[in-house]
C-alpha cells in the first residue's frame, strides 16, 4: 500500500496568513492526489484535485502543487471559515490511502 | 443536488453483522462508481471499498476483504454495504461517496456503527 505521510499534524495561523500543508507519499504518484477539507461534525469536501485542479466552487485563495511524491497545499490568505481538517489522498495505486490530517486552528 | 443518504447504523456486537444502505438521488446514479469511505473516532479516513457503475468491478481494503460486501441496485439508486464478522475496530462513521475518476467528490452525512459487547 502507499503510505502518504502529511505534516505538520495540526497547526494555529492568524487570519490572513498563509498556511502551507505538506504530503509526501511512499512512491511515485504522479499527480493522482487529491486534497479534502472536513469541518468538525461534517464530512470531507473535495477541494483539489489531481494535485493542482481546483474544485468547480472552491475558493481560489486554495491551490495544490506536485508531482511524484511530494505535495503541497496553500491557503494563501487564511480565513474564519478555513478551520478544519486538511487531508490528502492518493489514487495512483489501490487501496486508495489518506494522509493523517491536518488540523487547522485560528 | 446530489444526496446520498446513509442508514443502517447503530450498535452491534463484536461478530455479528449489519447492512449499511445508501439512497442517492440528484444525479444519474447509474453512471457513477460509488464507494465506502470510513472514519474511526478521532482518526484519519480509511477508504474500505469500490464499486463499478455496471457492477463489474469490485476492490476491497484489505482491513475488510472478506468480511464486507459492497453491491448496488441502479434500479433503486441504492448502494449498499454487508458488514459481517464485525470487530471492535470497525467502529467508525461510515460514508458513502461518488467517484468520478478517482476524485471522491460527493459525500453523504454519514451513519455511525458502534461494535461492542
Known amino acids: 500500500d502507499i503510505q502518504m505521510t502529511q505534516s505538520p499534524s495540526s497547526l494555529s495561523a492568524s487570519v490572513g496568513d498563509r498556511v502551507t500543508i505538506t504530503c509526501q507519499a511512499s512512491q511515485d504518484i504522479s499527480d493522482y492526489l487529491n486534497w479534502y477539507q472536513q469541518k468538525p461534525g461534517k464530512a470531507p469536501k473535495l477541494l483539489i484535485y489531481?494535485?493542482?485542479n481546483l474544485e468547480t466552487g472552491v475558493p481560489s485563495r486554495f491551490s495544490g502543487s506536485g508531482s511524484g511524491t511530494d505535495f503541497t497545499f496553500t491557503i494563501r490568505s487564511l480565513q474564519p471559515e478555513d478551520i478544519g481538517t486538511y487531508s490528502c489522498q492518493q489514487y495512483g495505486n489501490l487501496p486508495l490511502t489518506f494522509g493523517g490530517g491536518t488540523k487547522v486552528g485560528i | 443536488e446530489v444526496q446520498l443518504v446513509e442508514s443502517g447504523g447503530g450498535l452491534a456486537q463484536p461478530g455479528g453483522c449489519l447492512r449499511l444502505s445508501c439512497a442517492a438521488s440528484g444525479f444519474t446514479f447509474s453512471t457513477y462508481s460509488m464507494n465506502w469511505v470510513r472514519q474511526a473516532p478521532g482518526q484519519g479516513l480509511e477508504w474500505l471499498s469500490y464499486?463499478?457503475?455496471?457492477?463489474?468491478?469490485?476492490y476491497y481494503a484489505d482491513s475488510v476483504r472478506g468480511r464486507f460486501t459492497i453491491s448496488r441496485d441502479n434500479a433503486q439508486n441504492a448502494l449498499y454495504l454487508q458488514m459481517n464478522s464485525l470487530t471492535v475496530e470497525d467502529t467508525a462513521v461510515y460514508y458513502c461517496v461518488r467517484d468520478e475518476n478517482w476524485q471522491l467528490i460527493d459525500w453523504g452525512q454519514g451513519t455511525l456503527v458502534t461494535v461492542s459487547s
Open positions: 489531481g494535485a493542482s
Open positions: 464499486i463499478g457503475s455496471d457492477n463489474r468491478r469490485v
